[in-house]
């Protein structure tokens, strides 16, 4: 009974730790060895890291393997576009990261076998001390004319335009090349070679969220504006001849007497955009630089040309200039009555048939051209300027 009870014993630690035990686990070990991927993902920043910079902190890279997914989302889930290299040994975000924000990467590489390796980290980019946002025109869902502009003012100076113009992007139905222009470091205007084409449909995206526009100084916005382009209307004004025709579709609708800036006050010749509709507002000389020349409270029908102060509109005091001979200090005066409620004189009349974005052109004037940021009057830069 003693030897039945040793050898049993015996059978048993045999089965731990002599040569039979290569059939057991340590063998199952060894092929879980054989099957692991040799691809290395590797995501910087770090698993967990803080205050990370909105651009150039993100990339994921792989060694001894090839990328073949990386999704990089946001806490709402919105997922962050890039792109893989050509090799597989890299991605890069397409854009810059925004503030303030919690991000998750999951990233997955193929070794030479087809074997696969996964990699996950999560971090949050930077809060900044400084920001700054950008007012725009035209509106969200607004009708405007074939000469309005995107015209964007941010409230700080740009030192960093390329990363700027870079985070607006433009899309238009029919598609249309569309180019943006600096006008110092805090505008930026985008227009196509010639004037839109009525119908047209405009988006713009703003993706400033995040932006470094100067050192330290980030953008916080991200919004979608989209406008239409209506009928095409475009009205010439010959200060010699002191009429303006109205045009819709390059035909002439309707001719009307006006007055332009009398001799040494002459009104710009050039393209300009009309930004402001005001159905009665007040003009004060001294705002514009003439004094105590005038202070009209009441002027009717005032459609606004330039920053500067240049506006076509209703006239009830200049007798009989219209048509006639020039009296203004640089505007363009069309007949009106006082408190503009004659809707058949020509002042009303235009008025009610023009939209913001609608073109007025100048010519025979002895003054020089508009300056392309006075207003929203880039349309007098050739197109080869404006894209330089």
């Not at 405007?144 to 433009?170: H, L, Q």
Request: charged letters at 25%; hydrophobic letters at 35%.
């Amino acid at each position: 009974m003693s030897g039945a009870l040793l050898l049993a014993v015996t059978a048993c630690g045999g089965g731990g730790t002599g040569s039979g035990g290569g059939d057991g686990k340590g063998g199952d070990s060894g092929a879980a060895r054989s099957k692991q991927s040799e691809a290395v993902v590797s995501i910087s920043p770090e698993d967990g890291a803080k205050s990370v910079d909105t651009s150039g902190a993100l990339k994921v890279t792989a060694a001894k393997g090839r990328l073949t997914e990386v999704v990089v989302k946001d806490a709402k889930g919105r997922k962050l576009d890039g792109k893989i290299s050509g090799d597989g040994a890299g991605w890069t975000p397409s854009t810059h990261l925004a503030a303030a924000t919690k991000y998750t990467v999951h990233a997955v590489a193929e070794d030479s076998e087809g074997r696969t390796a996964a990699e996950d980290a999560g971090f949050t980019t930077l809060t900044p001390d400084d920001t700054f946002v950008g007012s725009f025109t035209p509106e969200d869902g607004s009708k405007v004319g074939v000469g309005m502009p995107f015209s964007i003012r941010f409230t700080r100076g740009i030192t960093n335009p390329k990363d700027v113009e870079k985070a607006i992007r433009i899309r238009t139905e029919p598609a249309v090349d569309v180019e943006g222009h600096w006008f110092g470091n805090d505008r930026l205007d985008f227009r196509p070679e010639k004037y839109w084409k009525p119908g047209t449909k405009v988006t713009v995206d703003l993706n400033l969220d995040g932006v470094e526009g100067r050192p330290g100084v980030y953008g916080e916005q991200t919004k979608t504006i989209d406008f239409t382009i209506g009928r095409d209307q475009v009205s010439v004004v010959d200060a010699k001849k002191l009429t303006m025709k109205v045009m819709r579709d390059g035909k002439v609708i309707k001719t009307v007497p006006v007055t332009t800036g009398k001799p040494g006050m002459e009104t710009w010749n050039g393209q300009m955009v009309i930004s402001e509709m005001l159905t009665v507002t007040r003009m004060n000389g001294a705002t514009v630089g003439y004094g105590g020349e005038y202070d009209i409270k009441d002027v009717p029908h005032a459609l606004r040309l330039t920053n500067s102060g240049t506006f076509l509109h209703g006239n009830y005091w200049a007798g009989g200039a219209f048509g006639n001979y020039n009296a203004s200090h640089g505007c363009i005066g069309l007949r009106d009555v006082r408190g503009g409620w004659d809707k058949k004189v020509p002042a009303a009349w235009f008025f009610n048939h023009s939209m913001i974005g609608d073109v007025v052109v100048v010519k025979n004037s002895e003054d020089r051209t508009v300056d392309p940021d006075n207003g929203l009057n880039g349309w007098n830069m050739s197109w080869e300027k404006w894209k330089k």
